[in-house]
Structure formats: structure tokens, C-alpha cells
């Protein structure tokens, strides 16, 4: 199955969008500096859907 890199994937719009990519059976590695977030909406993305991800505390620009 397909990797896709989820960038903003703590946040609000970002966390559903992993939900529905993980229930569609992607691999997702979500990159995100928690600047609007936290890692909790992370945790329970992976317990609603029973899957894990990657997470990478980091920023880009
Ligand atoms: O340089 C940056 C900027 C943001 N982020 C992350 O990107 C994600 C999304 O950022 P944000 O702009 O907060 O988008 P949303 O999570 O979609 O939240 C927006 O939409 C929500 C629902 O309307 C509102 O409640 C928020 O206030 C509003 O910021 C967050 O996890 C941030 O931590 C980074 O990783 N790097």
C-alpha cells in the first residue's frame, strides 16, 4: 500500500484526513511541529482506527 506524508496531521483538518487514510488502509507519516495541537489528537486518531502512524516533530521551512 501506498506512503503518504501528512503535513499539519495533528491538527484539526489533519487528524480527520488520517483517520480516513488509515481506514483506507494507507501508510501515513504525519509531520507536524505541534504549534496548534498536540500529540493527543494523534493517539486517538490510532485508537479509533486501531492502526499506528509515524510521527515527526519537525518543520520544514
Ligand atoms: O508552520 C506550521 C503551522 C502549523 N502546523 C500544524 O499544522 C496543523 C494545522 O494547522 P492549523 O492552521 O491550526 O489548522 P487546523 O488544525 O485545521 O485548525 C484550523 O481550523 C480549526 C477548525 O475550524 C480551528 O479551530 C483552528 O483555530 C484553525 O487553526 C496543526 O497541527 C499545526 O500544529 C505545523 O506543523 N507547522
Redesign the pocket.
Known sequence: MSKILV?????????HTCVELLNDNYDIVV???????SEE?LRRVQEITGKSLTFVNG?I?
Open positions: 503535513t499539519g496531521g495533528a491538527g484539526y483538518i489533519g487528524s509531520l507536524d511541529n505541534l504549534s496548534n495541537s489528537s518543520d521551512s
